[in-house]
């Protein structure tokens, strides 16, 4: 079966840096993204990343590893506004777009 | 550009009641996504469609739904009867379909379903 596994809920302190990991299992690999949602609000797009290595966008960036089939999203310089959770998708060979059940990240003062 | 435009955002009607989702996507993205949403199955993909077919339709719960995409513009997701366990938020996407594109989709900003 097809499997995306996140960590349910992760805590920081605001200033300092998060590491949200995402492992997967999918028929095929074409792609991963991140999403970030707000409590009450859409997912919006954040990073996509379809070869090995660190895309970085300003304070948030991503990393691949295929051969592993694991990802992660990086976030420094927390604030409170970065309150969310945080969805790792991928695209398996059927370009059909697997869901993790998102990883829920509370900053605290 | 507006983004993906859905409606009604909130919606509560008595179980049996017949429930029409309403979506606009994107100008010019020719991929469009139901999704439905809650916290004990996370995100859950319903249907989507590609030039206004339905691609995939394997996520649809049961005979009582039903989606239509009569055009590029348009998309309605229905649900008749409907029944307290449809109580979620119901979220469309919209995504432009390239071979040189990531093909990153956005949300529209979900329509809030309670049966009640």
């Known amino acids: 079966g097809q499997n995306i596994d996140q960590p349910t809920e992760m805590t920081a302190t605001e200033g300092a840096i998060v590491q949200i990991n995402c492992t997967y299992q999918?028929?095929?690999?074409?792609?991963l993204f991140w999403y970030q949602q707000h409590a009450g609000e859409a997912p919006t797009f954040l990073s996509y990343?379809?070869l090995d290595g660190l895309e970085e966008k300003g304070r948030f960036s991503s990393f691949l590893s295929r051969s592993k089939g694991y990802s992660y999203l990086l976030l420094k310089e927390l604030q409170m506004k970065d309150s969310a959770s945080y969805l790792c998708a991928v695209w398996d060979s059927n370009y059909q777009l697997i869901w993790g059940a998102g990883t829920k990240l509370i900053i605290k003062p | 550009d507006a983004g993906v435009i859905q409606s009604p955002r909130h919606e509560v009607t008595e179980m049996g009641q017949e429930v029409t989702l309403r979506c606009k996507p994107i100008s010019g993205h020719n991929s469009l996504f139901w999704y439905r949403q809650t916290m004990m199955r996370g995100l859950e993909l319903l249907i989507y469609?590609?030039?206004?077919?339905?691609?995939?339709d394997s996520g649809m719960p049961e005979d009582r739904f039903s989606a239509k995409m009569p055009n590029a513009s348009f998309s309605t997701l229905k649900i008749q009867p409907s029944e307290p366990r449809d109580s979620a938020v119901y979220f469309c996407a919209s995504s432009h379909t390239s071979d040189a594109s990531t093909d990153t989709q956005y949300f529209g900003p979900g329509t809030r379903l309670t049966v009640l």
């Open positions: 990343n379809v």
């Open positions: 999918t028929s095929g690999f074409n792609g």
């Open positions: 469609f590609n030039n206004n077919v339905p691609i995939d």
